[in-house]
DNA sequence: AAGAATCTTAAGTTACTCTTAAGTACCTCT
DNA sequence: AGAGGTACTTAAGAGTAACTTAAGATTCTT
């Protein structure tokens, strides 16, 4: 899972990361408005934490930006004042759950969970592709009934293939959304391959060839006759 | 037992939750109409303890909120006055039981127990899986029809894998359920590894298979082909 | 208050995944 | 067809996560 976290107190930010590593989420921060309106216009999040009294600017404000743009991701508002107002007004402009500072990091924890429980896969939680399919719950996926054993990173990738199928994705934007930002100082994606060659062997004979590379661009994962 | 206390006076509060603390119940609270709505909406509670006579609220609406979700937790509503009204609505709606103000923890104790006992397992107090055996009013579990000696930790872990079978549960998780939410201020989990070694010791044989390590994510307990 | 049982901390060990690196195969364009 | 770049494959090392033990704190019992 990839999150924006906007928030300028940078002790907060840092111990949110840590906290949010552990369950092997990719973190990003903005520490004022406008990087934060930057990275969300360039990059893809799965979801976004936002910290309503960011110094630079109004977070409602960037809030409004990203529903304008038509953008379904969840956002998940922090707000240091207990204002209902504040409240009535984030969930009106639909953020998706709130929470006031100080809280728990097991309770943001859960929040995003619940959050992305009911936003992403449409209270299915599962994902299929013909006859690959993949229970989110028990983070197993399976090629024709049968359970196929992939790590943390394979299991990332094979998700995030499925649910941008038929789109074409460079090495770099996979890159991106499975490692974060800190991998722009890399001047290598040479181990995606590694990845992708992994992830090819264990979907066995059929299922392995939706992985299409297209030759100077990326991967595209898609059907045969597509 | 996870139980949530939705009731605004702090001092009863406090008491009920050093009485249950007792019994080596997890205690969480929430002392307004909004906290309870969201508390329950993300975590798993097995009982809730529920006053209707919120500030902010109707804890009757509460009641309804829970019910229409379909979800199954017992709710045992309190009350300071002694309206036959109220109690009626209640357990029409689908309460378990009622308590009026004031009333002794011992009675709550017993009206907890007799909740849980013909509540929670579909009337049948005992929870299996394959030769795992456990008799919830006894504490008591069994390998192959013989009892196993598990610490109360232990006890949980178990109870908890089992009624989350086949899902993946990271140690945060696990801790937050058995812990309760003052957990995250500690920096490291590796308390979990611990335990869970000593369940997986006493689980002999075949049974200490079913947890599950799922690397860098935390574990899953379930049967060997699935 | 002492003893027993349980839980937590800590440190050493093992095992796993990810990344690096280097060699090979492939594609495209001239 | 050959050059140059791009992708694939494999194996090994680094780094991290999980496991195991035992001893130090707690908590519970008597």
Redesign the interface.
Known sequence: MKILIAEDEITLQESII??LN???HICETASDYYEAISKVSIYEYDLILLDINLITGNGLDLLKLIKKEGKKIPVIIISANNSLDDKVEGLDLGAD?YLTKPF????L???I??VMRRGKYDGDSNISFNEIKI?T????AYVNEK?IQL??KEYDLLVYFITNKNRVLSKEVIAEHLWGDNIDTVDSFDFIYVHINHLRKKLTDVAANYIRTVYRIGYKFMDEDM
């Open positions: 840590k906290f552990r369950d092997a759950d728990h990091l097991t309770e924890n859960s929040r969970k619940a229970k719950d028990a983070m197993q359970p790590t943390k």
